[in-house]
């Protein structure tokens, strides 16, 4: 299923570039927000509402700090969910695709809305299932099984293909972005610097295909590493490189004393620095791994207080190296022509009467409408072949969900029908 799933994004990225990496996102958010938005109520009803889950939930559960998680450990993770979102090159490539500055700003302004309501929608659903199934073993399958239990046919479908776009649509951004950056920073410029543009975009396709193929090979891999649970392998994973990626883009940003220099020394002294923790963790978990099953202070220090602490350790690491590389290696003039000419030009804002006269594009939005008004569509018909069966809440689920999703469809449709005319 993984390779499955990998193989179809690395096609629509290789295809249709960083264009077909937004249509994709946006029909995967309405997916996953349409089976989410279906299942928050229906979670809250089962429990009795916000009254119900508050009471009838075991003791100690809306505690902010619960073992083995502690202060320092949600002082690292705020630190690094930070760096993430103000450096992820996913991410911030989206601020670029919008025509003017006044569509980034609404961006953000959207993305900081969506990030305070969305925690609430998303895990009220989790919370429930300790009420409803308290019989569950392992947590991690929390959200799928308070779907199968509480979802119609139709809409669960929906979940699971929400699921699935959640995760292609945060792989699908990087894999495009890693592409273009190896091939026009590295090999447009190191590698073959005179390069025309269809080799440039051959070379492209190729290192999307690489990419791809390397996150399929990890995503395997990590079904068989025991003794983690996701949460901790992807604060050890982001902890050990994220520091080193996203500090020097981030100074680069803000700071006009971080030279070239010391950039590329932060990036490899936290590299080392990370890679190193991890090491360490490993032997340090292999040598007490009889200690650690009994002693439950070891057993903290040597996961999610090590984790925490290589976050902390990295960090400083990564800012040390940026500090000394660009103190012992002097700023040539021309690149502090160019950082100046950089900084002057963030300087300068977009004029209103700027924006109002950019030329209007055809917007791929057009493609999406239809793929939702289709998909709709297929949905309402679901719901159809279950009232046939006599399952009358799945029929009303499903031509709730069909509909709206249709409702929509047509809305973009009829917003994106007139640019794409003229």
Same mark, same amino acid.
């Given at each position: 299923?993984?390779?499955?799933?990998?193989?179809?994004?690395?096609?629509?990225?290789?295809?249709?570039g960083?264009?077909?990496?937004?249509?994709?996102?946006?029909?995967?958010?309405?997916?996953?927000?349409?089976?989410?938005?279906?299942?928050?109520?229906?979670?809250?009803?089962?429990?009795?509402?916000?009254?119900?889950?508050?009471?009838k939930? $075991? /003791?100690?559960?809306?505690?902010? #700090?619960?073992?083995?998680?502690? &202060?320092?450990?949600? !002082?690292?993770?705020?630190?690094? @969910?930070?760096?993430?979102?103000?450096?992820?090159?996913?991410?911030?490539?989206?601020?670029?695709?919008?025509?003017?500055?006044?569509?980034?700003?609404?961006?953000?302004i959207?993305?900081?809305?969506?990030?305070?309501?969305?925690?609430?929608?998303?895990?009220?659903?989790?919370?429930?299932?300790?009420i409803?199934?308290?019989?569950?073993?392992?947590?991690?399958?929390?959200?799928v099984?308070?779907?199968?239990k509480l979802?119609?046919?139709?809409?669960?479908?929906?979940?699971?293909?929400?699921?699935?776009?959640?995760?292609?649509?945060?792989?699908?951004?990087?894999?495009?972005?890693?592409?273009?950056?190896?091939?026009?920073?590295?090999?447009?410029?190191?590698?073959r $610097? /005179?390069a025309?543009?269809s080799? #440039?975009?051959?070379?492209?396709? &190729?290192?999307?295909? !690489?990419?791809?193929?390397?996150? @399929?090979?990890?995503?395997i891999?990590?079904?068989?590493?025991?003794?983690?649970?996701?949460?901790?392998?992807?604060?050890?994973?982001?902890?050990?490189?994220?520091?080193?990626?996203?500090?020097?883009?981030?100074?680069?940003?803000?700071?006009k004393?971080?030279?070239s220099?010391?950039?590329?020394t932060?990036?490899?002294?936290?590299?080392?620095?990370?890679?190193?923790?991890?090491?360490?963790?490993?032997?340090?978990?292999?040598?007490?791994?009889?200690?650690?099953?009994?002693?439950?202070?070891?057993?903290?220090?040597?996961?999610?207080?090590?984790?925490?602490?290589?976050?902390?350790?990295n960090?400083?690491?990564?800012?040390?190296?940026?500090?000394?590389?660009?103190?012992?290696?002097?700023?040539?003039?021309?690149?502090?022509?160019?950082?100046?000419?950089?900084?002057?030009?963030?300087?300068?804002?977009?004029?209103?009467?700027?924006?109002?006269?950019?030329?209007k594009?055809?917007?791929?939005f057009?493609?999406?409408?239809i793929?939702?008004?289709?998909?709709?569509?297929?949905?309402?018909?679901?719901?159809?072949?279950?009232?046939?069966?006599?399952?009358?809440?799945?029929?009303?689920?499903?031509?709730?969900?069909?509909?709206?999703?249709?409702?929509?469809?047509?809305?973009?449709?009829?917003?994106?029908?007139?640019?794409?005319?003229?």
């Amino acid at each position: 299923c993984i390779g499955s799933v990998g193989i179809v994004m690395i096609l629509y990225t290789l295809l249709g570039g960083q264009w077909a990496v937004l249509v994709t996102d946006f029909v995967q958010f309405i997916i996953l927000c349409l089976a989410v938005l279906i299942l928050f109520p229906l979670s809250l009803y089962a429990v009795g509402g916000f009254g119900g889950l508050v009471s009838k939930a $075991p /003791d100690g559960f809306f505690h902010l #700090l619960s073992p083995p998680y502690g &202060i320092f450990d949600w !002082i690292m993770f705020c630190v690094l @969910i930070a760096l993430s979102y103000n450096a992820t090159w996913g991410l911030v490539q989206k601020y670029n695709c919008v025509a003017t500055e006044t569509d980034a700003r609404k961006v953000a302004i959207l993305m900081g809305v969506l990030s305070a309501v969305g925690p609430v929608i998303f895990f009220i659903p989790v919370m429930a299932a300790r009420i409803l199934l308290p019989d569950l073993v392992d947590s991690k399958y929390a959200y799928v099984a308070i779907s199968l239990k509480l979802l119609p046919t139709g809409v669960m479908g929906l979940m699971i293909a929400g699921m699935f776009s959640a995760t292609m649509s945060s792989l699908g951004s990087e894999y495009n972005v890693l592409s273009g950056v190896l091939t026009k920073d590295f090999y447009g410029k190191i590698v073959r $610097p /005179d390069a025309d543009e269809s080799s #440039l975009i051959r070379w492209g396709r &190729i290192n999307t295909a !690489i990419i791809g193929g390397i996150t @399929i090979f990890f995503a395997i891999g990590i079904s068989y590493v025991r003794g983690f649970n996701l949460y901790d392998i992807m604060v050890k994973a982001f902890g050990a490189l994220g520091p080193a990626i996203m500090l020097p883009l981030l100074g680069g940003l803000f700071f006009k004393k971080i030279n070239s220099r010391g950039a590329i020394t932060g990036v490899l002294v936290g590299t080392f620095s990370g890679i190193g923790l991890v090491v360490a963790n490993i032997i340090l978990l292999r040598v007490y791994q009889e200690r650690i099953v009994t002693d439950e202070i070891l057993s903290y220090w040597l996961k999610q207080g090590y984790n925490s602490v290589s976050i902390g350790v990295n960090i400083l690491a990564t800012i040390l190296g940026m500090w000394i590389g660009s103190s012992a290696f002097k700023t040539q003039s021309e690149e502090k022509l160019r950082v100046d000419e950089f900084f002057n030009k963030m300087s300068v804002p977009t004029f209103p009467s700027i924006e109002k006269d950019a030329e209007k594009k055809p917007s791929p939005f057009f493609v999406v409408s239809i793929a939702l008004m289709l998909l709709g569509l297929i949905i309402i018909f679901v719901g159809i072949a279950m009232k046939l069966y006599g399952d009358m809440s799945a029929f009303a689920a499903d031509s709730f969900a069909g509909g709206l999703m249709a409702f929509i469809g047509l809305i973009i449709f009829l917003k994106t029908r007139k640019t794409n005319i003229q």
